[in-house]
């Protein structure tokens, strides 16, 4: 599990102005078997995927659509193999991120954690909150961990950011079949983008 987490900061995160740069798919096979269907209104940064060492990464951003993004926030996945002990201990391990920082546990099960935290310094990603949400999820003999990060400015309830870690983390499946393997394959062609933009940063949800 340790692994997965450090696994999640190793890539160049996209900025929140530059997401309508981005190659988008709804689905992806990872090479050591499980799969992940990204969530309705988010898509997967096809560039940004990488495995190692048994452990899969990805990002998934609001979908793009001719009047901006309907969703907001951006979200790192990683998916590891699980070993015997679960999510024993994970919260603990959360809060170890942020040793000197603010924890807060949303949403706990025996196969989910959620959690908000408050770093005392800012994020790396331009334009996000200094809080963030993050969760760790056992499906289908995975670990998967999942961090969402919300724009400056936007108006965020733990109670949306644990339905969205909580869709993301669902959404990891265990090894699918060779048909399964053709489906995901189609999905994983690139989505024609929209030619115009007239928001370029996510639009806050309704907090009713």
Excluded at 15 to 20: G, I, S
Excluded at 123 to 139: N, P, Y
């Amino acid at each position: 599990m340790i692994s997965a987490l450090m696994l999640a900061g190793c890539l160049q995160l996209p900025q929140f102005p530059k997401l309508d740069r981005v190659e988008y798919a709804t689905q992806h096979q990872f090479s050591a078997g499980p799969a992940f269907a990204s969530p309705s209104g988010y898509c997967i940064a096809r560039k940004l995927v990488k495995e190692q060492n048994g452990a899969g990464f990805l990002v998934t951003t609001p979908c793009p659509t001719v009047e901006g993004f309907d969703e907001v926030g951006l979200i790192t996945l990683t998916v590891a193999p699980s070993d015997s002990n679960g999510l024993k201990g994970a919260d603990e391990l959360l809060r170890s991120a942020t040793p000197s920082g603010g924890f807060k546990v949303i949403k706990k099960s025996p196969n989910m954690v959620l959690a908000r935290i408050s770093p005392q310094k800012a994020q790396s990603i331009s334009s996000a909150q200094r809080d963030f949400w993050q969760g760790l999820g056992l499906r289908g003999g995975y670990i998967s961990v999942a961090t969402l990060y919300v724009p400056e400015g936007v108006t965020f309830s733990d109670k949306m950011a644990a339905d969205i870690l909580r869709d993301t983390l669902t959404a990891v499946s265990a090894p699918q079949t060779a048909q399964s393997q053709q489906a995901l394959n189609t999905g994983q062609r690139p989505q024609v983008r929209p030619k115009v933009f007239s928001v370029l940063r996510p639009k806050a949800r309704p907090t009713s």
